[in-house]
């Protein structure tokens, strides 16, 4: 019998890190609601608007055919993704702090420009706004994810994942990032993933290639993972680590709980968004169903 996707919990890799960072956590970002709206919260700060923006402007490219990827200069289709996240929607202090960020997000998209690499070619488009698959039928647990970038490898007929990064940190060799995208690739699209690798926009003129993830013991880690979500999920017990004084992963959104943040607007997501002055300067089935994507 089918299982209901509206009765089942729903993983990204965004949401299976906060589990592991801070169960309390995982729950004021993804499962609590504000009562006077019924919506969930987020916290904006300057490097999550600055990533948010950037993202933005480069993931635009793979929806268009190489030919006319840069018809548009990246930096002036910046000036309308900021608009955005500008002044205190982006949780910038002053203009002075929002101009040095913007000046980071132009430089990124400057060196994307002069060395586009992988933007300059094709990419595999996925026939899916969000794509998912279901991790776990028997436990109703469906994983999910926006992949940044899928190079598409002509000669091998592939594809390639490409991660976006515009934080100034190396990302963690435990990252499930990776292998979760694999997962989503995997399930998602019928050609075979041969590459994985992050992008530093701000520091490099390509991308990093990184050790493709095994698929099974990938999927056995994220599986074993999302059913202890599920069991905290169904005991509705979150408790943060560090104790009942909580962790720099929780504390934030508790102050949110508590009134003492201020509400900016809502996003896309329709989550209701809030910033913090201090927080500012810191955060299948087995069957193979899958379907072609369309290469641009």
């Not at 890799?13 to 709206?37: E, G, H, M, W």
């Not at 934030?252 to 910033?275: H, M």
Request: net charge negative; proline share 7%; hydrophobic share 35%.
């Amino acid at each position: 019998m089918p299982q209901d996707k509206y009765s089942a919990v729903w993983l990204s890799y965004s949401s299976i890190s906060d589990f592991l960072t801070c169960p309390r956590a995982y729950f004021l970002k993804n499962v609590y609601k504000q009562p006077q709206t019924g919506r969930k919260i987020a916290l904006m700060s300057p490097p999550l608007a600055l990533g948010q923006a950037v993202h933005e402007v480069v993931e635009s490219l793979s929806k268009l055919p190489v030919d006319h990827r840069f018809d548009v200069p990246l930096v002036e289709k910046l000036e309308y993704a900021w608009k955005k996240i500008s002044g205190k929607r982006g949780g910038f202090s002053d203009n002075a702090q929002e101009e040095r960020y913007k000046d980071r997000g132009k430089a990124m998209l400057a060196r994307a420009t002069a060395h586009p690499g992988p933007l300059a070619e094709k990419a595999v488009k996925l026939p899916m706004d969000l794509p998912q698959f279901w991790l776990s039928e028997q436990d109703n647990i469906i994983l999910c994810g926006k992949i940044d970038w899928l190079r598409y490898d002509e000669p091998n007929d592939s594809v390639q994942i490409i991660d976006f990064k515009t934080s100034k940190g190396e990302e963690s060799p435990a990252s499930l990032q990776l292998p979760i995208y694999h997962l989503l690739a995997h399930y998602c699209q019928k050609r075979p993933i041969t590459g994985v690798s992050y992008w530093y926009l701000e520091r490099n003129d390509e991308p990093t290639p990184m050790k493709l993830p095994e698929l099974e013991e990938s999927q056995a880690i994220v599986t074993k993972i999302a059913k202890q979500v599920k069991l905290a999920r169904s005991l509705e017990r979150f408790l943060c680590p560090q104790g009942p004084d909580g962790c720099s992963a929780c504390q934030p959104y508790e102050r949110v709980v508590r009134g003492e943040a201020e509400f900016v607007g809502s996003d896309e997501n329709r989550r209701d968004v809030y910033i913090l002055p201090w927080v500012s300067s810191g955060i299948s089935s087995g069957g193979d169903d899958r379907e072609d994507g369309i290469i641009l």
